[in-house]
């Protein structure tokens, strides 16, 4: 696996498979890696032939009280579970490469940017929108492979893609889960045990829901009651069921809906979501 830390040689890497034939598959991540990033790499290693991974702990979808300084960084680790996958590249920027003095143009998605993560992280969105849209730039790829876990994260940049017609696949891969059925998460380090056994809550609640909606339920008032009151031992930043494309709240679940919660546990923020698949019509 190749380390490049400029833009400059990623292109060029990037270029050379590009000109013998090869599809190029992107992971963008920000690293303190786990089996839910490596299964996004290993769908990437199935489908493209030259995989580019990305470390980069954005600032710029950090708020100024969030835990920028905080966010766990494990390099080392990460450069070794990405070898161990066949990554062909790694590009691991510093912040001045991707954001060099004088730089101040920013990318916004309206409306579906300011849902949900968007409305409790003012520019949230804006960080993440911007920074996808320079590393889908940067590499070029045919396909760019990003979690489930972060539903409306997906939402945001499949809407940024399909408005500022970028030639590339959007490939959501499913959310990875512990065994008692916690999101795995680069932040689910920083909880300790007590946090950790609380942390449950948010799958549980969604699991719930899903039972219910299975049991023939499909009021989404009383869905969302339902969703909410399971939510104990943990301070809730919202608990909504959507839909999926555009964040906004449904009526009704028959056309499908994303059922999307966000909760600190002690100081850490967590998120979960599950996909309610729209019935067919009769």
């Known amino acids: 696996m190749e380390i490049l830390r400029t833009i400059e040689d990623v292109r060029r890497v990037c270029k050379a498979a590009r000109r013998v034939g090869r599809t190029v598959g992107l992971t963008p991540t920000m690293g303190a890696l786990h089996e839910g990033h490596l299964a996004l790499v290993r769908a990437a290693r199935e489908s493209c032939d030259f ?3 990305t470390i980069f702990v954005n600032p710029t979808q950090f708020g100024p009280s969030e835990d920028f300084a905080a966010y766990p960084r494990t390099f080392e680790a990460d450069c070794e579970m990405l070898a161990r996958e066949g990554v062909d590249v790694l590009f691991a920027p510093a912040r001045e490469e991707m954001y060099p003095a004088g730089a101040g143009t920013w990318v916004d998605v309206p409306g579906v940017g300011g849902r949900l993560d968007g ?4 520019g949230h969105f804006r960080g993440v929108a911007t920074v996808v849209t320079k590393l889908l ?3 070029g790829p045919d396909k760019a ?3 489930q876990k972060d539903g ?5 940049i499949q809407a ?3 408005d500022l017609n970028f030639d590339v696949e959007i490939v959501v891969c499913p959310t990875v889960r512990e065994r008692d059925g916690l999101a795995m998460s680069s932040r689910n380090r920083n909880l300790n045990a007590d946090e950790r056994e609380r942390a449950v809550v948010l799958s549980g609640a969604l699991g719930r829901v899903e039972r219910a909606v299975e049991a023939g339920l499909r009021d989404v008032g009383v869905l969302r009651e339902i969703l909410r009151d399971e939510m104990h031992g943990v301070r809730v930043d919202y608990a909504e069921i959507v839909d999926p494309r555009s964040l906004e709240v449904v009526e009704d679940v028959r056309g499908g809906a994303l059922v999307a919660v966000a909760a600190w ?4 923020r967590l998120i979960d979501n599950v996909v309610i698949a729209a019935e067919a019509s009769r």
């Open 51 to 53: 995989v580019v991974a």
């Open 119 to 122: 409305a409790s992280r003012p």
């Open 137 to 139: 730039h940067i590499v």
């Open 145 to 147: 492979f990003f979690g």
């Open 152 to 156: 409306a994260q997906v939402a945001v």
């Open 160 to 162: 940024m893609v399909r």
């Open 265 to 268: 546990v002690g100081e850490t």
